[in-house]
């Protein structure tokens, strides 16, 4: 069974740094596209960052560009997403995903496999 395991969440201040780590369990990292997508108290999820499978192409969405780095080490089997500026209004649920391939993380039947999700707070 696939397993999805967020973390590296937290509490930082606005203007502050975080860098989530997600790991894969009874599969390889190396089979998947992967993502981390958010999800705000009373708002809808939303896809931050993907990467592809051999991480040559990547998606950020345009509020996170030029202040999140999403990476992977597939030899690790590890999932990164650094984090940088943070606002407050990113305070979200942080979920990482796991998808057959990289059109899956905002179409098609979506990612395969999803984590618990880490807690982000970005503190005036």
């Known amino acids: 069974q696939v397993q999805v395991v967020e973390s590296g969440g937290g509490l930082v201040q606005a203007g502050g740094s975080l860098r989530l780590s997600c790991t894969v369990s009874?599969?390889?990292?190396?089979?998947?596209?992967m993502g981390w997508f958010r999800q705000a108290p009373g708002k809808e999820r939303e896809g931050v960052s993907y990467i592809s499978r051999g991480g040559v192409t990547k998606y950020y969405a345009d509020s996170v560009k030029g202040r999140f780095t999403i990476t992977r080490d597939n030899a690790k089997n590890t999932l990164y997403l650094q984090m940088n500026s943070l606002k407050p209004e990113e305070t979200a649920i942080y979920y990482c995903?796991?998808?057959?391939?990289?059109?899956?993380?905002?179409?098609?039947?979506?990612?395969?496999?999803w984590g618990q999700g880490t807690q982000v707070t970005v503190s005036t």
């Open positions: 995903a796991a998808a057959s391939k990289f059109s899956n993380m905002n179409g098609g039947n979506g990612p395969s496999y």
């Open positions: 009874g599969s390889t990292l190396a089979d998947y596209a």
